[in-house]
């Protein structure tokens, strides 16, 4: 899920300047993370040489959990703070949902115009119910149809946004 985000490396600095798609910027808090792991000189002396990969292994494995709470965390809070957020009132995940996600998030779309639908990312779960609500959709002709309605408009909106880009060069 993550590769598809745009990266970039904060060389120096104490402030992160983020501009969104709509051209809102925002102010993004840097945070640390750490994880700490220590080995005597005595347990040192005895650890093989695989046992003191494990425990470096074990502290990556720490941290990029930390890194995947973290990043969950912001990416809630920016949906939440957006109103990107849909949500099911406790019932099971249906058509209308997905519609209604479809509807509220950004779609780019690729060179030949086929849309690039956004990730979902659920617990385990409850995956087959995002899978068979896609199932219905593709069933129901009058679902069909509404996502097809949506992606046409979704189409026009992302060719506004490519027109208005500002290419440098």
């Known amino acids: 899920v993550f590769e598809e ?5 904060l060389h120096q600095g ?15 808090e840097i945070k640390q993370l750490r994880v700490e792991s220590s080995i005597s000189r005595d347990e040192y002396d005895t650890l093989s040489p695989h046992e003191l990969a494990q425990r470096v292994t074990q502290a990556g494995i720490e941290m990029g959990r930390k890194q995947l709470e973290l990043a969950y965390a912001e990416i809630n809070q ?7 957020v849909v ?4 019932k099971p995940v249906g058509p209308e ?5 479809l509807e509220t998030v950004q779609i780019d779309f690729d060179q030949k115009g086929r849309p690039k639908f956004p990730t979902i990312v659920a ?9 068979e609500a896609v199932e219905a959709i593709e ?7 509404r996502c097809d309605r949506i992606i046409c408009a979704k189409k026009e909106e992302w060719r ?10």
């Open 139 to 145: 069933r129901n002709a009058d679902l069909r149809t």
């Open 14 to 28: 104490k402030r992160l300047i983020i501009v969104r798609a709509d051209g809102v910027e925002g102010e993004a």
């Open 78 to 84: 920016a949906v939440t703070a957006t109103g990107n």
């Open 160 to 169: 506004a946004r490519e027109s208005n880009r500002k290419l440098v060069g």
């Open 123 to 131: 617990h385990p779960d409850s995956m087959p119910q995002f899978k």
């Open 87 to 90: 949500a099911t009132g406790g």
């Open 97 to 101: 949902h997905i519609l209604q996600v």
């Open 5 to 9: 985000v745009p990266k970039f490396c």
